[in-house]
C-alpha cells in the first residue's frame, strides 16, 4: 500500500523498496513543472518563494505521488522516478564506468580501431569511447597523412580544446624548443600540462612519420599504479592525494602556473587519475616540515612509475594515433637519434567532459 505520512520538514512514503524520506526543498524544487520541456532546464525559482515549501495534503494515485502545496501549487510524481532517488542517490550516468586497470603486459590488448570505421560507424565510435573510459588508452590506426585526418578524429568525440600550445602542436625537434618534448631527448613519465588550471583531458598523438632510431613510447596506467601504491604505502598515498604543490611552464612570452595533487581521487575515493611532471614541477614551496613527509613520498611514487611490471614500451609507427586519457595515463619516451630519420607526432587534446558526453548520447540511440 502506497502512502505519504507528512512531517514537518518533509514527507515518508512507502515504496516497494521500503520507507523513504523526502524533503520539502527538494520536492519543490523538482517538481516535473520547474523544468522548460524544450530546454530541460529548471525554470522555477526557489528563491522567490515566500516561505519555505510545505505540503498540506499528499496522496498516491494512478503510481504517482501528488502534492498540494500551502502556496497553492499541485506537483506530481512518477513512484519509479522516486524509487530511483531512494535507492540509486543519484541520476543514472552511463559514463560512470568502472576503470579496467591495466598492467605492462596489456599492448597487446589496446583496442584498435581503424579511421575509416569509426566515421562511418557510430556504433564503432560508441565502443572507442566505452574503450577510453574503461581502460583510458586506444590506437586509431590507417589514419590519413593530413593535418585534417587528426582533426576530423578528434571530432568524433568532441571540439578540440586550445592548450598552451594553440590547438594543435608539434612534437620534433624545434630549433628553439620551448618544450623537452620538442627535441630528441628522452622524455621522463609525465602527464601533459600540468601547470594549466585544469590540465587537458583525452589526448590525441597522430604519429605521421617514425624512422629515426630509438624514440620508443612508454605509456602506463597510473590508476594501476597509484590504487597498488595505496595498499603498500597508505601514508604516502594520503600526502600525495591531499596536498598540493605548485607547477609552472614558462617562457619568454608565457607564464603558467597552477596547484595540483599528484594523485586525483573521484566522488568515490577511487582513484581517477595522476598529474604528474618532474620537469614541470615548481620549487615546492610546502613548510620545510611537511617536505621532510612530502618528499620521501614523492620520490617513492615516482619510482613506482618506472617498475616494469607498469610500463608498456612500444614503437609508435607512421599511421598510427594512439588516443588517451591524459589525466589517468602517464607518458613518455625514450631518446633517439634526430639525424637517423624522422619522427614527427602531430597532437591535441578534446576534454574529458566531451567524451563523457558522446558516449552518453552515443550509449542511448545505440543501434544494433
Given at each position: 500500500?502506497?502512502?505519504?505520512?507528512?512531517?514537518?520538514?518533509?514527507?515518508?512514503?512507502?515504496?516497494?523498496?521500503?520507507?523513504?524520506?523526502?524533503?520539502?526543498?527538494?520536492?519543490?524544487?523538482?517538481?516535473?513543472?520547474?523544468?522548460?520541456?524544450?530546454?530541460?532546464?529548471?525554470?522555477?525559482?526557489?528563491?522567490?518563494?515566500?516561505?519555505?515549501?510545505?505540503?498540506?495534503?499528499?496522496?498516491?494515485?494512478?503510481?504517482?505521488?501528488?502534492?498540494?502545496?500551502?502556496?497553492?501549487?499541485?506537483?506530481?510524481?512518477?513512484?519509479?522516478?522516486?524509487?530511483?532517488?531512494?535507492?540509486?542517490g543519484?541520476?543514472?550516468?552511463?559514463?560512470?564506468?568502472?576503470?579496467?586497470?591495466?598492467?605492462?603486459?596489456?599492448?597487446?590488448?589496446?583496442?584498435?580501431?581503424?579511421?575509416a570505421?569509426?566515421?562511418?560507424?557510430?556504433?564503432?565510435?560508441?565502443?572507442?569511447?566505452?574503450a577510453?573510459?574503461?581502460?583510458g588508452?586506444?590506437?586509431?590506426?590507417e589514419?590519413?597523412?593530413?593535418?585534417?585526418?587528426?582533426?576530423?578524429?578528434?571530432?568524433l568525440?568532441?571540439?578540440?580544446?586550445?592548450?598552451?600550445?594553440?590547438?594543435?602542436f608539434?612534437?620534433?625537434?624545434h630549433?628553439?624548443?620551448?618544450?623537452?618534448?620538442?627535441?630528441?631527448?628522452?622524455?621522463e613519465?609525465?602527464?601533459?600540462?600540468?601547470?594549466?588550471?585544469?590540465?587537458?583531458?583525452i589526448?590525441?598523438?597522430?604519429?605521421?612519420?617514425n624512422?629515426?632510431?630509438?624514440?620508443?613510447?612508454?605509456?602506463?596506467?597510473?590508476?594501476?599504479?597509484?590504487?597498488?601504491?595505496?595498499?603498500?604505502?597508505?601514508?604516502?598515498f594520503?600526502?600525495?592525494?591531499?596536498?598540493?604543490v605548485?607547477?609552472?611552464?614558462?617562457?619568454?612570452?608565457?607564464?603558467?602556473?597552477?596547484?595540483?595533487?599528484?594523485?586525483e581521487?573521484?566522488?568515490?575515493?577511487?582513484?581517477?587519475?595522476?598529474?604528474?611532471?618532474?620537469?614541470?614541477?615548481?620549487?615546492?614551496?610546502?613548510?620545510?616540515?611537511?617536505?621532510?613527509?612530502?618528499?620521501?613520498?614523492?620520490?617513492?611514487?615516482?619510482?613506482?612509475?618506472?617498475?616494469?611490471?607498469?610500463?608498456?614500451?612500444?614503437?609508435?609507427?607512421?599511421?598510427?594515433?594512439?588516443?588517451?586519457?591524459n589525466?589517468?595515463?602517464?607518458?613518455?619516451?625514450?631518446?633517439?637519434?634526430?639525424?637517423?630519420?624522422?619522427?614527427?607526432?602531430?597532437?591535441?587534446?578534446?576534454?574529458?567532459?566531451?567524451?563523457?558526453s558522446?558516449?552518453?548520447?552515443?550509449?542511448?540511440?545505440?543501434?544494433?
Open positions: 500500500m502506497f502512502e505519504a505520512t507528512l512531517l514537518e520538514k518533509g514527507l515518508k512514503l512507502n515504496l516497494p523498496s521500503g520507507q523513504a524520506y523526502f524533503n520539502y526543498f527538494w520536492l519543490r524544487d523538482n517538481c516535473p513543472s520547474s523544468f522548460d520541456p524544450q530546454t530541460r532546464e529548471r525554470v522555477f525559482d526557489l528563491f522567490a518563494l515566500e516561505q519555505d515549501p510545505k505540503a498540506k495534503a499528499a496522496i498516491v494515485e494512478n503510481r504517482r505521488l501528488v502534492i498540494d502545496w500551502e502556496e497553492d501549487h499541485r506537483s506530481y510524481f512518477d513512484l519509479s522516478w522516486l524509487e530511483q532517488w531512494a535507492t540509486v543519484s541520476r543514472s550516468d552511463p559514463a560512470a564506468v568502472k576503470r579496467n586497470l591495466w598492467y605492462g603486459n596489456h599492448f597487446q590488448q589496446v583496442k584498435r580501431f581503424k579511421q570505421d569509426l566515421e562511418l560507424d557510430q556504433n564503432l565510435v560508441c565502443d572507442w569511447a566505452r577510453l573510459l574503461d581502460e588508452i586506444t590506437i586509431v590506426t589514419m590519413r597523412n593530413s593535418d585534417q585526418s587528426l582533426t576530423d578524429l578528434a571530432h568525440l568532441g571540439e578540440v580544446r586550445s592548450s598552451v600550445s594553440g590547438n594543435y608539434d612534437v620534433r625537434v630549433i628553439d624548443p620551448v618544450n623537452l618534448s620538442f627535441t630528441a631527448s628522452a622524455l613519465m609525465h602527464t601533459d600540462t600540468p601547470a594549466e588550471e585544469l590540465p587537458p583531458g589526448q590525441f598523438l597522430h604519429c605521421r612519420a624512422s629515426v632510431d630509438g624514440g620508443n613510447s612508454l605509456f602506463l596506467d597510473g590508476a594501476a599504479v597509484a590504487e597498488d601504491f595505496r595498499k603498500a604505502h597508505p601514508s604516502d594520503d600526502i600525495l592525494s591531499t596536498t598540493k605548485p607547477f609552472y611552464y614558462e617562457h619568454d612570452d608565457f607564464d603558467w602556473r597552477s596547484r595540483q595533487r599528484v594523485i581521487l573521484d566522488d568515490q575515493g577511487n582513484v581517477s587519475g595522476l598529474t604528474f611532471s618532474q620537469h614541470m614541477a615548481d620549487v615546492f614551496d610546502l613548510p620545510q616540515e611537511e617536505l621532510d613527509l612530502y618528499y620521501p613520498a614523492f620520490r617513492r611514487f615516482g619510482r613506482w612509475l618506472l617498475d616494469p611490471k607498469y610500463l608498456m614500451t612500444f614503437r609508435l609507427n607512421a599511421g598510427e594515433c594512439i588516443v588517451f586519457d589525466r589517468r595515463i602517464v607518458h613518455g619516451r625514450e631518446g633517439y637519434t634526430a639525424s637517423s630519420g624522422e619522427r614527427y607526432l602531430r597532437g591535441c587534446y578534446v576534454d574529458r567532459g566531451e567524451l563523457r558522446t558516449y552518453r548520447i552515443l550509449s542511448k540511440k545505440r543501434l544494433y
